[in-house]
């Protein structure tokens, strides 16, 4: 199990420049001297995010970038919102396990294992339909996804092991890099005519 140091100290505070200030783990370490309580403090998290997108669905993060205070502490968490049918797609984080809080509403929800040892196995999918007060781990860097089954908004809290667990949307990344990958390599990778790759890669991939 991937494991962050134990801070050797109370709390390093990111800041956002490294003028005479300490590098620790990402970030630069406000003088402790200088820290203040709004340091830690993070709000407005009560506040809807906005689904009006492709997805239907809105993340809301409170990681070290929007709360300094969480720098070496290994915690973070996220606001998810869905609008009927919305989806959270296919996604990633590779520095954290997620445990995720049905609020309101019903999800569907799951994760891929990674590649099975035996070449003859397929990665297994577990999914579960969540309603009200159910809680589901995605474990650390493994694919999952969640969607809207029902007809009204659903809220759900994602806690995090990490102050900065990433994220890395599988589609965006494949077809929405900058520069875009060789469509002769996903078309081969893929199985597909190349066609249909430049038409993937044509479209606007926004990161949620």
Excluded at 25 to 50: H, M, R, T, W, Y
Excluded at 75 to 82: C, E, N
Excluded at 88 to 116: D, I, K, M
């Amino acid at each position: 199990m991937q494991q962050i140091p134990t801070p050797l100290q109370d709390f390093c505070v990111a800041l956002p420049d490294n003028k005479s200030d300490v590098f620790v783990n990402g970030e630069f370490c406000k003088d402790p001297n200088l820290v203040v309580a709004e340091d830690f403090l993070f709000q407005g998290l009560n506040i809807p995010g906005n689904t009006s997108n492709q997805l239907g669905s809105a993340v809301t993060a409170v990681n070290v970038n929007q709360l300094p205070g969480l720098n070496t502490l290994g915690v973070s968490l996220a606001r998810l919102d869905f609008a009927p049918y919305g989806l959270n797609p296919p996604h990633t984080h590779p520095r954290a396990t997620e445990a995720f809080l049905l609020l309101e509403g019903a999800l569907y929800v799951g994760f891929v294992t990674s590649n099975p040892a035996n070449a003859n196995q397929r990665n297994k999918l577990f999914t579960k339909y969540l309603k009200a007060g159910d809680v589901f781990v995605f474990p650390q860097g493994l694919i999952h996804f969640q969607i809207n089954v029902g007809k009204t908004n659903a809220v759900a809290f994602a806690g995090f092991g990490s102050q900065n667990p990433g994220v890395i949307t599988i589609a965006n990344a494949v077809f929405g890099s900058d520069p875009k990958i060789n469509p002769d390599v996903l078309a081969k990778a893929f199985q597909v005519e190349k066609n249909i790759i430049d038409y993937l890669q044509a479209q606007f991939w926004p990161n949620n």
